[in-house]
């Protein structure tokens, strides 16, 4: 009787020993596995791919910019459409308010009516410049105080500021416009503009009407101005644009860019889009530079 409980025991204990035998193996093979790249829990989830649409609206100045950041982003990220649209920086900023854009391109800071609800995304700085018909004119330069008094319609004959006999046409943007408002503050001191003239919707086609209206002048940022041969930009009190000279504040006709956005509302997508247009990797590609924006820490305030 002992031998045959002793052989029962036996046999119990050869049974639980491969049971572990195999619990182990089992244990070493779910090991080897998350090794090799399977469900390790302690493994960084993998990010998650950015998908959707993002939709920005406003300043056109500034749209030469966004629209090449969105062809970027889009190669980059090809489950995101982005559509970006002009409109004036006025309406971008009305549009993200009432929900109708996710991103709104001013180049001024918003009204303070929308200050609580918009979030301030200050992207680059936009030099911009007084332009004129190249061919007609006759100047390369304009005092402040010139330039203040030929959009205030006081001056309306170039041959009194030193320019031919030839009536003064100026090509303005409508009052949404937040390059006319630029230079409502900077060249006019806030004071009005004339009312006569002719007005036009882009930045692109103030450009290209200055260039084809003899005698005209109007303003755009330095994307427009480079490549139009029909165009020449004027130095502002003896002062050019360019990076140093706004550095120094020698010249101070530029915009400081901002996107805004709904506070604590960007969807993944909108919030990569908006990091992606202020990274370096972006800005200091050579066809992005020779668009003439510059990093947004150029000027410290």
């Not at 009312?195 to 003899?214: M, N, P």
């Not at 200091?284 to 020779?290: F, L």
């Amino acid at each position: 009787m002992f031998q045959v409980m002793s052989k029962k025991m036996f046999s119990f204990a050869m049974v639980g020993i491969l049971s572990v035998g195999v619990l182990a193996g089992c244990g070493a093979k779910d090991n080897k596995t998350n090794a090799s790249g399977g469900s390790e829990p302690n493994k960084p989830a993998a990010a998650a791919e950015l998908t959707g649409t993002v939709s920005a609206s406003g300043s056109t100045a500034l749209q030469p910019l966004v629209s090449k950041a969105a062809q970027d982003f889009m190669a980059k990220n090809p489950k995101v459409t982005v559509n970006v649209t002009g409109g004036g920086s006025g309406t971008g900023v009305k549009n993200v308010a009432d929900g109708v854009s996710d991103i709104g391109n001013s180049d001024v800071e918003a009204d303070a009516q929308y200050k609580d609800s918009l979030k301030d995304n200050i992207v680059v700085i936009a030099p911009f410049a007084l332009i004129v018909n190249k061919a007609s004119v006759g100047i390369d330069n304009l005092t402040k105080a010139q330039a203040a008094d030929i959009f205030m319609g006081k001056i309306t004959n170039w041959k009194d500021v030193g320019g031919k006999d030839l009536k003064i046409t100026v090509v303005h943007r409508p009052d949404s416009s937040g390059s006319r408002k630029l230079v409502k503050q900077i060249v006019l001191d806030n004071k009005d503009f004339t009312k006569d003239g002719v007005t036009q919707d882009t930045s692109k086609t103030v450009a290209e009407a200055v260039g084809s209206t003899e005698g005209s002048v109007g303003y755009v940022d330095v994307p427009y101005i480079k490549g139009n041969d029909k165009i020449k930009a004027l130095k502002m009190d003896g002062v050019e644009y360019s990076a140093d000279n706004i550095k120094s504040g020698k010249y101070p006709l530029y915009g400081i860019e901002h996107m805004y956005t709904k506070k604590d509302k960007e969807s993944p997508a909108v919030k990569a889009f908006i990091e992606f247009i202020m990274s370096k990797e972006f800005l200091g590609k050579p066809e992005v530079t020779d668009l003439g924006f510059l990093p947004a820490d150029l000027i410290k305030k």
